[in-house]
């Protein structure tokens, strides 16, 4: 397919919601990014220029909670309801066989709550919330228009693509896309989404996931030739980076908040502990810049669920009981006012799509307040708790380490009673 052929319908849909954002004239318009599989280990060993430079402009948040997997993190977003929920049944991923798509209903998915406020949104990149030949799942949950490579590329078989060649759904129409390095494709499409004015514009990367690739040498600065995944990881992660620093400016100078995340922690074939409730699977971090939000590191603890919330009041858009009902609203923590949440909590079952109810022994689970951290069913059968403070790492349990100090012993009843709740 040519390339003007793959432009010129895009073009078209975003000069109609730039037009239609501009008759609404919506108090705040927001970009929100996530990356993919960016844990603090590869961002701390990784030069990021400008992902830096966003955390002194910026106000940034060390203490964001995720899901340990991929999908699970995305259905929060979406839906803004644990995924426990049996409306939801999404604490494991979507992947190869399984045919689980995320519900439209009975709750309210985000996009589709934005359209019936009168709001445009557009999604890019990564899906992942459905097998990816279900090409209309997106806009059936609001994002009109969706652009995007569904799943992940080079490891699903056959059709799935590279880096440089991979299979795009335009809004339910797939056409290929060819020697374009993806991360560029989906700033180049942020670019133009922000330019044409989307009330919200949901950007998923694939970077800096696997399978692990030798980026564009313009784009990072690491040493050639790349040897190993945890080089090319590194690579991938600073061509992110610079890429970001094409979109983000475009994106504050046009009035937009811009709020970026990672969807879970480093991967396992990088010596991370994605996949699991440790804090290595589940601990990322949150950078939060635009109009009225103060610079500042703040150690509030927030999690990827409360997104859901923090969009609608940040559009000002009523919350009803069906829209994100486990969604509580962090605006004003990123305004400099309001108080942490008590807790924040993360959980995994098997693959999207089964109850995590019908298997309570492998279903982790997790729940952390500001010190201490609650462990449910992670590689041993029962509950353990640890001091984060003293003991970032996890490896003493305070269960078995003697009596509870009273301090310890308010945290524990807490933490159970939030993992009661599920």
């Known amino acids: 397919m040519p390339w003007s052929s793959v432009w010129m319908p895009l073009i078209g849909l975003v000069m109609l919601a730039g037009g239609e954002s501009s008759a609404q004239a919506p108090p705040r318009k927001l970009l929100v990014i996530d990356l993919d599989d960016v844990g603090i280990e590869l961002l701390q060993a990784t030069p990021t220029p400008h992902l830096d430079s966003l955390t002194s402009a ?23 309801a644990r995924g426990s929920r049996p409306e939801v049944r999404c604490t494991g991923n979507v992947g190869p066989g399984n045919t689980y798509r995320l519900p439209i209903g009975p709750l309210t998915p985000l996009a589709t ?24 799942h997106p806009p059936t949950l609001g994002w ?14 056959v059709g799935s693509g590279d880096w440089f060649n991979y299979p795009e759904n335009r809004s339910g129409n797939s056409h290929w896309v060819s ?4 991360t560029t494709r989906e700033t180049d499409l942020g670019i133009l989404a922000v330019s044409a004015g989307y009330d919200l514009i949901s950007l998923s990367y694939h970077a800096a996931h696997r399978p692990f690739h030798d980026p564009p040498p313009h784009l990072h600065t690491l040493p050639l030739p790349l040897i190993g995944h945890w080089d090319q990881a590194r690579a991938a992660l600073q061509a992110l980076d610079t890429e970001l620093a094409r979109l983000t400016p475009v994106a504050l100078a046009l009035g937009y908040t811009v709020i970026i995340y990672s969807d879970n922690g480093l991967a396992g074939p990088l010596g991370g502990l994605k996949g699991t409730v440790y804090d290595g699977g ?20 927030i999690e990827v669920v409360d997104v859901y919330a923090t969009v609608l009041e940040l559009l000002g858009i009523s919350q009803g009981p069906l829209d994100g009902p486990d969604s509580v609203s962090f605006a004003s923590l990123l305004q400099g006012s309001g108080t942490s949440p008590l807790f924040v909590i993360a959980e995994r079952g098997g693959p999207a799509g089964t109850d995590p109810h019908n298997n309570p022994l492998r279903w982790r689970r997790t729940a952390r307040e500001d010190r201490y951290k609650l462990i449910v069913n992670q590689d041993l059968f029962r509950a353990r708790l640890f001091d984060l403070w003293n003991d970032p790492q996890e490896q003493t349990d305070l269960l078995l380490a003697g009596p509870l100090s009273p301090r310890a012993i308010m945290a524990y009843d807490l933490l159970r009673a939030a993992l009661a709740g599920l």
């Open 58 to 80: 910026g106000r940034y948040y060390p203490r964001f909670y995720t899901s340990p997997m991929c999908t699970p993190s995305r259905s929060l977003f979406q839906l803004g």
């Open 113 to 136: 709550k934005l359209q019936g406020a009168g709001k445009s949104a557009m999604k890019i990149g990564k899906w992942h919330l459905s097998p990816d030949d279900l090409l209309q």
């Open 282 to 301: 589940v601990h990322t971090m949150l950078w939060a810049l635009g109009p009225g939000i103060p610079p500042g590191v703040d150690n509030s603890l």
């Open 144 to 157: 009109q228009p969706y652009v995007g490579v569904m799943g992940n590329v080079g490891n699903l078989g």
């Open 179 to 182: 020697a374009l390095y993806l």
